[in-house]
């Protein structure tokens, strides 16, 4: 008996089932139209802690990855390290914190979200680093740029498209991973997802959750892909 | 309040552990729900990765699935499987994880077969060997560090999500952990909340420690330099 998400997850206002058709159905424009606004709200929240947890894991991933890209003995243990935490459960890892800083607010979520994003952003941006030609370094070495200038005008740039691949995986596997959050009723779409499963396994509760979700990894993929091409217009010179 | 310290003395109660529902029940769950998603996704991920890697066709589609099964949440399908016809217990969990296991086990058998000298092909062809002689004799050997990479990926990722059958009753470690939860912080759950998540992280490092002396016993030593862990559709999905 799971008692966490009846006792921990506000219970959402539920529609009557359709008016016509079978009692429980799997899509209802009905419960749609009738929980709008809890919807919004589930899908604002979802969001928010996606953007949150993504951009706080870029802030630490850049610098790991430059800091692994310069002195090249700490990549093994970088890596290492991101892999190891990669590997632990997220239930697990939300275990460990959720009795730390509480189940009051969503710190607990936002940590395990940043520590698992941290692998994949390091891994990409580091690979982005690595892959900037040597001649290419060499030539603006020999133009006088220092380390720092090299590295903010020269190899960074050349190193948006694997930055931004690591972005979009991980942005994308945020997303679906926010829902474990619901085990402290912070999970945005996948408190939906459960309090249906909870409310007498409410199928139109359940796959409208499911839908947005899945709608919203593809949706915020698609922007940072755009927004990849227009980072990189060298590249679509280069192919074209 | 030292939560860690609560957790060890959860931790070393022997009741703990021989409880109906206590940790090795428990356990005993979670390896059996694990063992079959696993043996599901191999069963389903190799044969159709082996065929196109053999057919060298397909590798948009197996690009394409794996970054589609990165986006479905495994809370979805956990509580969306129970309600079709396959019914409540073990096998909608089943069925569940090993959705997320064949996208590893299908991207690396696809890739150990393509990584394949086309040489070494083509002196297997003028040999006379058949397409099928050739897949049993040439191919599947030479793609069998890939396979080993696949499944320790795949079966990482399984044990790791089966702990979320908990959120749908479908036993395994995770139950620990909510119904911890479900005691509350305050009223001494948190020693438990924190044993189960030590027990459920230490059986995912311990699987990982185990399949990659596997991998390596498996992998003959001329290919050990070559070879290495493919990342390909590592879903931190658990």
């Given at each position: 008996?799971?008692?966490?998400?009846?006792?921990?997850?506000?219970?959402?206002?539920?529609?009557?089932p359709?008016?016509?058709?079978p009692?429980?159905?799997w899509?209802?424009w009905?419960?749609?139209?009738?929980?709008?606004?809890t919807?919004v709200?589930?899908?604002?929240y979802?969001?928010?802690?996606?953007?949150?947890?993504?951009i706080?894991?870029?802030i630490?991933?850049?610098?790991?990855?430059?800091?692994?890209?310069w002195?090249?003995?700490?990549t093994?243990?970088?890596?290492?390290?991101?892999?190891v935490?990669?590997?632990?459960?997220?239930?697990?890892?939300?275990?460990?914190l959720?009795?730390?800083v509480?189940?009051t607010?969503?710190?607990?979520?936002?940590?395990?979200?940043?520590?698992?994003?941290?692998?994949?952003?390091?891994?990409?941006?580091?690979?982005?680093l690595t892959?900037v030609?040597?001649?290419?370094?060499?030539?603006?070495?020999?133009m006088?740029?220092g380390?720092?200038?090299?590295?903010?005008?020269?190899?960074?740039?050349?190193?948006?498209?694997?930055?931004?691949t690591?972005?979009?995986?991980?942005?994308?596997s945020?997303?679906?991973?926010?829902?474990?959050g619901?085990?402290?009723?912070?999970?945005g779409?996948?408190?939906?997802?459960l309090v249906?499963?909870?409310n007498?396994f409410?199928?139109a509760?359940i796959?409208?959750?499911?839908i947005l979700?899945v709608?919203?990894?593809l949706?915020?993929d698609?922007?940072?892909?755009g927004?990849g091409?227009l980072?990189t217009?060298?590249?679509?010179?280069r192919?074209? | 309040m030292n939560?860690f310290?609560?957790?060890l003395v959860?931790?070393?109660?022997?009741?703990?552990?021989t409880?109906?529902?206590?940790?090795?029940?428990?356990?005993?769950?979670h390896?059996?729900?694990?063992?079959?998603?696993v043996?599901v996704?191999?069963?389903v991920g190799?044969?159709?990765?082996?065929?196109?890697g053999?057919?060298?066709?397909?590798?948009?589609?197996?690009?394409?699935?794996?970054?589609l099964?990165?986006?479905?949440p495994?809370?979805?399908?956990?509580?969306?499987?129970?309600?079709?016809?396959?019914g409540?217990?073990?096998p909608?969990?089943v069925?569940?994880?090993?959705?997320?296991?064949v996208?590893?086990?299908?991207a690396?058998?696809?890739?150990?077969?393509?990584?394949?000298?086309?040489?070494?092909?083509e002196?297997a062809?003028?040999?006379?060997?058949?397409?099928g002689?050739?897949?049993?004799q040439?191919?599947?050997?030479?793609?069998?560090?890939?396979?080993?990479?696949?499944?320790r990926t795949?079966?990482v990722?399984?044990?790791?999500?089966?702990?979320?059958?908990?959120?749908?009753?479908g036993?395994?470690?995770?139950?620990?952990?909510?119904a911890?939860?479900?005691?509350?912080?305050s009223?001494?759950g948190?020693g438990?909340?924190?044993?189960?998540?030590?027990?459920?992280?230490?059986?995912?490092?311990l699987v990982?420690a185990?399949?990659?002396?596997?991998q390596?016993?498996?992998?003959?030593?001329?290919?050990?330099?070559?070879?290495r862990r493919?990342?390909?559709?590592a879903?931190?999905?658990?």
């Amino acid at each position: 008996m799971s008692f966490l998400s009846r006792a921990t997850a506000p219970v959402w206002p539920l529609a009557a089932p359709g008016d016509n058709g079978p009692g429980n159905p799997w899509f209802s424009w009905r419960y749609v139209h009738d929980n709008a606004s809890t919807l919004v709200s589930a899908l604002q929240y979802h969001v928010g802690l996606t953007a949150r947890a993504v951009i706080l894991a870029l802030i630490v991933a850049v610098p790991l990855s430059v800091l692994a890209y310069w002195i090249r003995p700490l990549t093994g243990p970088i890596l290492a390290l991101s892999g190891v935490l990669y590997t632990i459960p997220s239930l697990a890892l939300l275990a460990l914190l959720a009795p730390l800083v509480g189940t009051t607010t969503d710190t607990s979520v936002l940590i395990a979200l940043v520590l698992y994003a941290l692998l994949v952003l390091v891994r990409n941006s580091l690979a982005g680093l690595t892959q900037v030609p040597a001649e290419v370094r060499d030539a603006a070495a020999g133009m006088g740029y220092g380390r720092f200038g090299r590295l903010w005008r020269i190899e960074l740039p050349l190193a948006i498209p694997g930055i931004i691949t690591g972005l979009r995986l991980a942005t994308v596997s945020t997303v679906a991973l926010v829902t474990v959050g619901s085990l402290i009723g912070k999970g945005g779409l996948g408190d939906l997802i459960l309090v249906g499963f909870h409310n007498n396994f409410y199928k139109a509760e359940i796959l409208t959750g499911t839908i947005l979700t899945v709608a919203l990894a593809l949706v915020l993929d698609l922007l940072l892909a755009g927004l990849g091409r227009l980072l990189t217009p060298w590249t679509r010179e280069r192919t074209s | 309040m030292n939560y860690f310290h609560q957790g060890l003395v959860w931790i070393n109660d022997p009741l703990n552990w021989t409880n109906p529902g206590g940790l090795l029940d428990r356990l005993g769950e979670h390896l059996e729900i694990s063992f079959w998603a696993v043996l599901v996704g191999c069963v389903v991920g190799w044969p159709i990765g082996i065929w196109l890697g053999h057919r060298g066709r397909g590798g948009g589609g197996v690009v394409t699935v794996a970054n589609l099964t990165l986006a479905i949440p495994t809370l979805a399908l956990l509580t969306i499987l129970p309600l079709t016809p396959l019914g409540f217990g073990k096998p909608p969990v089943v069925v569940a994880l090993s959705v997320f296991a064949v996208p590893p086990l299908l991207a690396n058998a696809y890739t150990g077969l393509r990584q394949i000298d086309p040489e070494t092909r083509e002196s297997a062809r003028g040999m006379g060997l058949s397409g099928g002689q050739m897949l049993r004799q040439v191919e599947i050997p030479l793609a069998v560090p890939y396979l080993a990479a696949g499944l320790r990926t795949a079966a990482v990722q399984v044990v790791a999500t089966a702990a979320l059958a908990a959120f749908v009753n479908g036993g395994g470690l995770g139950e620990i952990i909510s119904a911890g939860f479900g005691i509350g912080l305050s009223n001494g759950g948190a020693g438990q909340i924190v044993a189960g998540g030590v027990v459920v992280a230490a059986l995912a490092l311990l699987v990982e420690a185990a399949l990659a002396v596997l991998q390596r016993l498996v992998t003959p030593k001329p290919l050990r330099a070559v070879q290495r862990r493919r990342a390909t559709a590592a879903v931190p999905a658990g």
